[in-house]
């Protein structure tokens, strides 16, 4: 129906395209028969036309018909395509975004434990400082016990020192040759005794 619509329209404007030819060829004579118009040959013209445009479209009306339907189709077919192809476009879209929403879980997560771990070694390094400390508090008191303990044990030699220095002061001052006799021979005594 396309078809008659526009071979209809072609043919009427080769007509007045024709006619207009026919009007300038007139042949320069002026006044009215200048603008006489041979209808015979009009009408020769307009059927010769006809008969092209008759013979152009049952020749190609056909290959035409099939060129616009393929290029339909074929266009159809591309269309078809690039909304499968956007379609995949926009899984992969939505895939990829997935996959860094996860990725950003997922970097929160490990930064999460990296902290954690963190807190945990900060934890262990202040428990081992801490004991290491405590370790070494109680060597200081050992070493503070063991010092207090040799002092005393000094004094207590030089208090035992200065004690029998002092009895012998004491005694060589009030002992008398019949104690000093008496004595000796008491440990002789005990000497034997003891063998």
Known sequence: MRL?????????????????????????AEGEAAHHLNW???????????ILVSILVKLLKKPMGNFLTSRRQD????????????????????EYRAKLAALDDETKKIVAELLSEGEAEKQKIIQAAE????????????AVQQEIKAAREKL?????ELS????ER?????IKAEDQDRL????MKRVVEAK
Do not use: P
Not at 75 to 94: G, N, P, R
Not at 131 to 142: D, S, V
């Open 164 to 167: 029998v220095a002092a009895a």
């Open 184 to 187: 000796v021979k008491d440990f």
């Open 40 to 50: 015979w040959d009009f009408a020769l013209r307009t059927a010769n036309f006809v």
């Open 170 to 174: 004491i005694l060589r001052k009030s």
């Open 131 to 142: 004991r290491q400390a405590a370790y070494l508090k109680q060597q200081a008191e050992i």
């Open 4 to 28: 008659k619509t526009l071979s209809l329209l072609l043919g009427a404007g080769a007509l007045l395209a024709l006619q207009g030819t026919g009007w300038c060829s007139g042949g320069g």
């Open 75 to 94: 266009i159809q077919k591309l269309l078809a395509e690039l909304q499968l192809k956007q379609k995949e476009a926009a899984e992969v879209s939505a």
């Open 156 to 160: 207590q030699e030089e208090i035992t």
